[in-house]
């Protein structure tokens, strides 16, 4: 049976390069890079490679850069540590934070966290389409605001922010901007300049690098408070031996994402246009999720009226697909997605969450594929649903 | 490892006894679209034994298994029979469900009970006439 993996934005596969840049660190080359002998100057060189491949990614400077373990504790230690700075910097009076309706819940729940601690939290709404309205976030802003949050891009429906504009308006007040940049860093073009940000999170398994590997980006001059403590790795900032393998890893893959960047856009692009016009040509009552043009080159997500995500999912798998869903039923704690429910969907709309995520392997070959097992997977489950069944009734009934 | 047992994959693959019953004896509607999961059972009963069973599910994976399997319990059985056919029961049938999935989409049993209630009632209100 045709193998077609199309959930690229839970992980992406590793490419060969990226492996082969990786292997020595896993045998010869095992040395500490906090070490002064000649084992600890190899990895140590090896790991000052990646962070300088990394910074280029993205426009900066090889010492801003902050390696961590994934994308998670990037947003983690972004909230958390630039919050507790201000918050020491401005002996406790500061203590507001801002973020989007739709962050990454490593966002979402660190501002919660954040919460616990005394700090108060203003969640900026979406529109139907997933973009924060930079107003929003200029009207939450208080005198005590120290940290605004807001991803690039969400993942789950594309959607692209409006990044540059509310920097200028948090860069105006003077107030910290973190930018979750996991959808986006190696997948389209990011420059922190441009952004105008102050810190930014990336991860490796989003651009075909390995899994157990982040960055976190923080402008010069911006202080953080460490959430590890107890080592002078990386500056002092985040203590602990470095997973130098993982790290090759993620210079290699943004190496290539650099170079490879106009041409996979250019695939993704092409492929993911099929995918958002034929899906609802062949299928009637479905919803394209996210903004219809400015979102992620390979993000294809719909809602599909009358069924449920996971038995799609299901069934796909059954034909050798590989997807997601935000329904509640595919999330552990049987939830729909806070993105899809922040965007104004009704519940039952957001059951029927299919997403695609198409990655550089995928071909048009991979697209007719999908589009002719789907078909008959929708039909089928719309026969077992009675909210299907109550829909066709009142068809027939002239409403 | 997969989420479901071998069982719950067969009867999500290959559910029995898809569909409505043309007028039936009773129907049994439970769920709703905020928690995921909607079931209507359609019942057929003669001598006090249902006669046929059928099912429309709204749902995930483990929710159209569940409709299936009850269907497949129930049918034959006297009412006071199906009545037994418990949450647990029926998750033991399917040789387990995850454990995240047990109350929201086990709601076969109670769909199933709400078809006897209506036949039920149907059949009193008939009586009185």
């Given at each position: 049976m045709r193998q077609v993996y199309?959930?690229?934005?839970?992980?992406?596969?590793?490419?060969?390069?990226?492996?082969?840049?990786?292997?020595?660190?896993?045998?010869?080359?095992?040395?500490?890079?906090?070490?002064?002998?000649?084992?600890?100057?190899?990895?140590?060189?090896?790991?000052?490679?990646?962070?300088e491949q990394?910074?280029?990614?993205?426009?900066?400077?090889?010492?801003?850069?902050?390696?961590?373990?994934?994308?998670?504790?990037?947003?983690?230690?972004?909230?958390?540590?630039?919050?507790?700075?201000?918050?020491?910097?401005?002996?406790?009076?500061?203590?507001?934070?801002?973020?989007?309706?739709?962050?990454?819940?490593?966002?979402?729940?660190?501002?919660?966290?954040?919460?616990?601690?005394?700090?108060?939290?203003?969640?900026?709404?979406?529109?139907?389409?997933?973009?924060?309205?930079?107003?929003?976030?200029?009207?939450?802003?208080?005198?005590?605001?120290?940290?605004?949050?807001?991803?690039?891009?969400?993942?789950?429906?594309?959607?692209?922010?409006?990044?540059?504009?509310?920097?200028?308006?948090?860069?105006e007040n003077n107030i910290l901007f973190h930018t979750d940049a996991v959808a986006t860093a190696g997948t389209i073009p990011v420059?922190?300049?441009?952004?105008?940000?102050?810190?930014?999170?990336?991860?490796?398994?989003?651009?075909?690098?390995?899994?157990?590997?982040?960055?976190?980006?923080?402008?010069?001059?911006?202080?953080?408070?460490?959430?590890?403590?107890?080592?002078?790795q990386e500056g002092g900032r985040r203590?602990?031996?470095?997973?130098?393998?993982?790290?090759?890893?993620?210079?290699?893959?943004?190496?290539?994402?650099?170079?490879?960047?106009?041409?996979?856009?250019?695939?993704?692009t092409l492929l993911r246009d099929r995918l958002?016009?034929?899906?609802?040509?062949?299928?009637?009552?479905?919803?394209?999720?996210?903004?219809?043009?400015?979102?992620?080159?390979?993000?294809?997500?719909?809602?599909?009226e009358f069924i449920e995500g996971e038995a799609m999912l299901m069934l796909l798998n059954s034909q050798g697909v590989a997807v997601t869903s935000g329904s509640a039923c595919t999330s552990r704690a049987l939830k729909a997605s806070h993105v899809l429910l922040a965007m104004g969907l009704p519940h039952a709309l957001a059951q029927g969450s299919i997403l695609f995520t198409l990655g550089i392997d995928n071909t048009d070959e991979d697209i007719d594929y999908v589009l002719e097992v789907l078909l008959p997977i929708v039909d089928r489950l719309r026969q077992m649903s009675p909210l299907y069944a109550k829909f066709t009734k009142a068809g027939k009934g002239g409403k | 490892m997969p989420i479901y047992s071998e069982k719950v994959m067969d009867h999500f693959m290959n559910p029995r006894n898809v569909g409505e019953i043309e007028n039936p004896d009773g129907i049994g509607e439970v769920g709703n679209p905020v928690c995921g999961d909607m079931m209507t059972f359609y019942i057929k009963v003669k001598d006090n034994r249902l006669e046929d069973v059928k099912f429309k599910t709204f749902g995930c994976g483990a929710a159209i298994a569940v409709s299936s399997i009850v269907s497949e319990m129930a049918k034959g059985k006297t009412l006071?029979?199906?009545?037994?056919?418990?949450?647990?029961?029926?998750?033991?049938?399917?040789?387990?469900l995850p454990k995240n999935k047990f109350h929201c989409s086990n709601l076969g049993a109670q769909a199933l009970g709400k078809a006897i209630d209506d036949y039920l009632s149907k059949k009193n209100k008939g009586g009185k006439k």
């Open positions: 199309l959930d690229n934005s839970a992980t992406t596969p590793l490419l060969p390069e990226v492996r082969e840049a990786m292997l020595p660190y896993l045998g010869e080359l095992f040395g500490n890079p906090s070490c002064l002998h000649s084992w600890g100057d190899a990895a140590r060189e090896a790991v000052e490679r990646a962070r990394v910074a280029q990614l993205i426009g900066a400077e090889a010492e801003e850069i902050i390696f961590t373990g994934s994308g998670t504790e990037s947003n983690n230690f972004a909230i958390k540590g630039l919050a507790l700075a201000q918050q020491a910097k401005g002996k406790g009076k500061h203590k507001h934070v801002v973020v989007s309706a739709i962050e990454h819940f490593s966002v979402l729940y660190s501002a919660r966290t954040l919460e616990k601690w005394g700090f108060e939290l203003t969640l900026v709404p979406v529109d139907k389409y997933g973009v924060v309205d930079p107003e929003d976030v200029r009207r939450s802003l208080r005198k005590d605001t120290v940290l605004v949050s807001v991803m690039h891009a969400n993942a789950e429906v594309g959607t692209i922010e409006p990044i540059q504009e509310i920097a200028r308006i948090t860069r420059d922190v300049k441009e952004l105008g940000v102050d810190a930014l999170s990336l991860a490796g398994n989003q651009f075909y690098g390995p899994k157990g590997v982040g960055a976190l980006w923080v402008r010069k001059g911006v202080r953080i408070i460490p959430l590890l403590d107890g080592g002078v203590a602990g031996t470095e997973n130098v393998p993982a790290i090759v890893g993620l210079g290699k893959a943004a190496e290539l994402a650099r170079m490879d960047m106009p041409a996979r856009i250019k695939r993704l958002l016009t034929e899906l609802p040509q062949k299928i009637d009552r479905v919803v394209v999720t996210g903004h219809p043009q400015n979102r992620l080159p390979g993000n294809a997500s719909f809602c599909i | 006071e029979e199906a009545r037994k056919i418990t949450p647990q029961l029926v998750a033991d049938e399917l040789e387990g």
